[in-house]
């Protein structure tokens, strides 16, 4: 069974940092890419930022220079460092990776991000 474990979520004042992780297991095929993405009610869900086997990255023009994505293939975790935060940042932040020749999707739970001003 696939398992997407996040943590690292929380409340930070303004300026402040969080890094978020996610831990991966139950996994087969191979991770293609892995990423985080974020949702705030009644809005789509969004990237943020995602990272390919290969280690290329992308990110969201938001949260470019702030954000630093990065993974462990050994430990199939990916990890979302979050500096600078500004209060648009809260969402809930949800891992995704993509798995195998067909790309599946799989989630995580989500973890609460609350910037306050």
């Known amino acids: 069974q696939v398992q997407l474990v996040e943590s690292g979520g929380g409340l930070v004042q303004a300026g402040g940092s969080l890094r978020l992780s996610c831990a991966v297991s139950g996994i087969i095929f191979s991770i293609n890419a892995m990423g985080w993405y974020r949702q705030v009610p009644g809005k789509q869900r969004e990237l943020v930022a995602s990272?390919?086997?290969?280690?290329?990255?992308t990110y969201a023009d938001s949260v470019k220079g702030r954000f630093t994505i990065s993974r462990d293939n050994a430990k199939n975790t990916v990890y979302l460092q979050m500096n600078s935060l500004k209060p648009e940042d809260t969402a809930a932040y949800y891992c995704?990776?993509?798995?195998?020749?067909?790309?599946?999707?799989?989630w995580g739970q989500g973890t609460q991000v609350t910037v306050s001003s």
């Open positions: 995704n990776v993509r798995v195998g020749i067909y790309e599946n999707d799989y």
């Open positions: 990272i390919t086997s290969g280690g290329s990255t």
